[in-house]
């Protein structure tokens, strides 16, 4: 009987290892569908700013190859460097650079919610086209308040996007 419990303890590790090797191979990161795309129609015209240079390109590439994404889901679309764009009234609208498209992912952030940012990284732009008087900030990594501010009209900010990592239009 002592022999045949080394075996059973040898398969049994073996099985084990088999399935959590299976488990992992067949998984990925979980997405939840992306929201349709529905950029505004009214409001300030914006441009979108210049593309950062090539070096911030290549870095935000390396950090993350994947798209720019923010959870709840929020409407979004893609703008290129230089061109125009809306923001609504109602909206606060987020513009990140995303290296998979070589262009500027916006997000259309109008429900009241705290969004968290993936893939968020270096330097982005907001305007702030809200109504009502509503206060939006912006947090890091340990909850603290990095930024806070009331909407404006909806004029281009700079923001640098790397130690963003949720916001709360509300």
């Known amino acids: 009987m002592l022999r045949s419990r080394p075996k059973r303890s040898a398969l049994g590790v073996a099985g084990a290892l088999t399935a959590v090797l299976t488990a992992f191979a067949g998984t990925g990161p979980a997405q939840a569908a992306p929201a349709p795309a529905t950029p505004?129609?009214?409001?300030?015209?914006?441009i979108a700013p210049p593309a950062p240079p090539l070096q911030a390109q290549a870095q935000a590439a390396a950090i993350a190859a994947v798209s720019p994404t923010i959870?709840?889901?929020?409407p979004f679309d893609h703008v290129p460097a230089d061109s125009d764009y809306r923001c609504d009234p109602g909206n606060l609208c987020t513009l990140v650079w995303d290296p998979t498209a070589g262009d500027y992912k916006i997000f259309f952030l109008s429900g009241c919610a705290r969004y968290s940012l993936s893939g968020w990284?270096?330097?982005g732009f907001y305007a702030d086209n809200q109504t009502g008087g509503v206060r939006s900030y912006f947090y890091g990594a340990n909850g603290a308040?990095?930024?806070?501010?009331?909407p404006d009209g909806g004029a281009n900010h700079t923001q640098d996007w790397t130690p963003v990592w949720s916001i709360r239009n509300c």
Do not use: E
Request: net charge positive; no cysteine.
């Open 71 to 74: 959870s709840p889901a929020a």
């Open 145 to 150: 308040v990095l930024k806070s501010f009331t």
């Open 121 to 123: 990284f270096g330097q």
């Open 40 to 46: 505004p129609s009214t409001g300030q015209v914006l």
